[in-house]
């Protein structure tokens, strides 16, 4: 699984930037692309989903955490900037991943744009609610 590969070097730099900025992991992610190098995105990525144990009211198994890694890696946004996050099947409908706080939001079923389910209004996600597109195992890299 290339996205678990730890890279210390990375990992190095990213404690390096949050000490300077100040911030949460999650807004590293925020920053262009010429300021974070997919290495290091990658490393990012990679911490989030750590650090979401801690807090998170679920407990997450190696294979949950494994699958977290791949959804979050897969966030897009629409042309409109809306964020698409994939979505999988949960209670006869959909949950997605939050990375904002840190839990499972589970939605109805079918596709599309929804309201975050999110508790703290400050979170990105909250404001502009997000696509759900489905995800199915095996299906990396396919849109
Ligand atoms: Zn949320």
Redesign the pocket.
């Known amino acids: 699984m290339p996205e678990s590969k730890e890279r210390p070097i990375c990992r190095r730099k990213i404690e390096q930037m949050l000490a300077e900025r100040r911030c949460k992991l999650e807004d590293l992610l925020e920053l262009p692309r010429h300021k974070l190098s997919p290495g290091l995105r990658k490393q990012l990525r990679k911490m989030i989903v750590e650090a979401a144990p801690g807090g998170t009211n679920v407990r997450l198994g190696r294979r949950q955490r494994e699958l977290i890694e791949r959804l979050v890696a897969l966030e897009g946004r629409d042309p409109s900037g809306i964020p698409t996050l994939r979505a999988v099947p949960a209670r006869g409908g959909l949950k997605v991943w ?1 990375r ?2 840190r ?1 499972w ?1 589970n939605h109805g079923p079918g596709a599309g744009h929804r309201v ?5 209004p400050l ?1 990105p ?2 404001r502009s609610g997000y696509i759900l597109v489905p995800y199915c195992e095996g299906q990396e890299g396919r849109t």
Do not use: G, T, W
């Open positions: 939050c904002y706080c839990s939001h975050a389910h999110c508790a703290d979170n996600y909250y």
